[in-house]
């Protein structure tokens, strides 16, 4: 066990971090909702049939999908774009390991199986994390969309007013309003990432420089 958290730690406490808010948004979201519902005299949910309702559905979702369309775009983006000094990025003027041609590994016992069969599987297995991280990206983007027009309708009933199917709600200003103001936070916390390790330092992290190199030193190593 201790051998395998050693080996495993990071992902394990990011997991474990990840369903302790999970549980508490669920918790909090439940109370949110049934608060809203009792003060528009409507029923309340059970805490199960609440992880249905569009309001918690909705709320993941949303976040998801500007997660996801962040790490694709900084995956894929710092494939061919550079900040020089930056912890975040490949040096300009050196050449990147990342950038060999995989095909000249084919025949190394411990590649990945896609690199020693070669052909369509390795150019799939190549560009694999951009596009899982992309499709994560569409799934979450197609579930906001679907949690957020049944809570959007739920609202309209309220009102009295015409409901409307999951591919109108995708053209209202309420749910692009709900999707820009998550991918734009995505969006500054990269850049500040990207730019702050140029000059600031973690001893011991990866996504740190060495702590003594020089800030115009591009990459980690």
Do not use: C
Not at 34 to 55: K, L, M, R, S
Not at 61 to 76: D, G, K, P, R, T
Not at 207 to 217: D, G, L, R
């Amino acid at each position: 066990m201790g051998r395998f958290f050693r080996d495993n730690g990071l992902t394990v406490v990011m997991l474990a971090l990840f369903l302790v808010a999970l549980l508490g948004q669920s918790i909090t979201g439940f109370h949110e909702y049934n608060q809203d519902q009792q003060e528009h005299g409507q029923p309340t949910v059970g805490y199960a049939e609440y992880h249905t309702t569009g309001h918690f559905v909705e709320a993941v979702f949303e976040n998801w999908e500007s997660e996801f369309l962040q790490m694709a775009a900084y995956v894929i983006l710092t494939a061919y774009l550079f900040q020089r000094g930056s912890a975040e990025s490949k040096d300009p003027d050196k050449a990147a390991p990342q950038d060999e041609d995989p095909a000249a590994a084919k025949n190394k016992k411990d590649a990945p199986w896609p690199v020693r069969r070669g052909g369509l599987a390795l150019k799939l297995y190549q560009n694999s994390l951009f596009a899982v991280l992309f499709l994560l990206f569409l799934m979450s983007f197609a579930l906001h969309a679907a949690g957020g027009a049944k809570e959007y309708n739920e609202d309209q009933k309220a009102h009295g007013a015409p409901v409307v199917s999951t591919v109108e709600y995708v053209g209202t200003s309420r749910f692009w309003f709900e999707s820009f103001q998550n991918w734009q936070s995505e969006f500054l916390s990269v850049a500040a990432i990207v730019l702050l390790s140029i000059w600031l330092r973690q001893h011991g992290s990866p996504e740190s420089k060495p702590v003594a190199a020089p800030h115009s030193q591009t990459g980690n190593d």
